[in-house]
């Protein structure tokens, strides 16, 4: 089959490998009809996060077809249309019975490296889910009038926005700032505005991506890259700053510019990935101001694809607006060139 593999140096191939066969009970092998690419790609190319193992499969976003299951699968059956989760989680320890499913103490991810279990990735025509029952999504009921590229997203990036948003606790009123305006900021900018904040400000530094952010996606976005984040954000508020902000970045300097952007008290949710950075905190500042810290973690995506997407099959939001190439996997290395050069935004690919 064809599949995008890691080529080592940085860069990605698209060659022809074995077809993955099952190797656990849980297991089922989806036919791969629609995949993308994601920020956190990138991260393993560039090996912020350390081990992708060169011949292993990348891509962990992907929409398709039941093609063969394993003897433990009961929620699936042959050729039903499927949402991947990227976090491949057991459902049966204590954090996955909590719904921690990010937490999980087996926990995996798709094509994201030894780290994360060494499980090819999705960029690919076939892929193996383990635990299928669990991190599989049956596109049925309500959820079945969406299409591929509508649902496609639920497994990552727009379940992300879901969680982030959940996590930060926005209340009725609050002022929300989403640092960086890749993909995963503008989910974590559109979630945010389902908990009636008074307004959800996204900043980044590329001005393309804050002209995408304001004319396709409609959100209120600022272009920093001459400008100082603390100073938009209390132009914009009055001087009174922001209740919770998000690093959709995964920057040191997007975590401290998260900080200075919220008010005494404010929260800062940690949504970008990070390896090996290090950052000193000024413990007496973060004491002082009472700035409330959190760290994500992996998406807990079970937990929350739900309801996103539900959101998108009501209308209420609709994520393809995303989507800026659409390519064939055979193109996947112009793909990742063009998200890389941020001439695109989300490409997604189609074996
Ligand atoms: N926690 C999770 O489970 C989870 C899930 C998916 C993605 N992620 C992570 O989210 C992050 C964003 O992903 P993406 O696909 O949107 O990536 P991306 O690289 O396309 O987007 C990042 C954006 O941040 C902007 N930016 C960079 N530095 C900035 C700064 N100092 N101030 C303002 N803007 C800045 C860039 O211009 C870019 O538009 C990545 O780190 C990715 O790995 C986390
Ligand atoms: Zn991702
Ligand atoms: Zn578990």
Known sequence: MRAVVYAGDGTVRVDDIPEPEITEVGDVIVEVRKTAICGSDLHLLDGKTPGMRPGGVIGHEFIGKVAELGANVFKHHQDTRVLGSFLI??????????RRFNFCTNRRALGLGTL???????????????????????????????????????????????????????????????????????????????????????????PARVAFAREQMGLDAIDVSSSDAQAEVA???????????????????????????????????????????????????????????????????????DDALLAVAKGDLDPTKAITHRLSLDQAEEGYALFRAREAMKVVLTP
């Open 235 to 305: 132009a914009a508020t009055e001087g009174t700053m922001a209740d919770v902000a998000m690093d959709a970045v995964g920057s040191v300097i997007a975590v401290k510019d998260a900080m200075k952007c919220v008010r005494d008290g404010g929260r800062v949710t940690v949504v970008g990935v990070y390896g090996a950075e290090r950052y000193e905190l000024p413990m007496g500042v973060a004491w002082v101001r009472g700035i409330d810290l959190r760290f994500s973690g992996m998406a807990n995506v079970h937990a929350h694809w």
């Open 89 to 98: 989680s057991c459902g049966a320890c204590r954090h996955c019975i909590a």
């Open 116 to 206: 994360t279990g060494d499980l090819d990735g999705a960029q690919a025509e076939y892929v193996r889910v383990p635990n299928a029952d669990v991190n599989l999504r049956l596109l049925g009921g309500a959820l079945s009038g969406l299409s591929d590229e509508e649902a496609l997203f639920g497994g990552d990036i727009l379940a992300t926005g879901f969680y982030a948003a959940s996590l930060s606790e926005i209340k009725r009123d609050d002022v929300v700032v989403v640092i960086g305006a890749g993909p995963v900021g503008l989910f974590c900018a559109a979630a945010a505005g389902r908990f009636s904040p008074s307004k959800v400000l996204l900043l980044d530094q590329d």
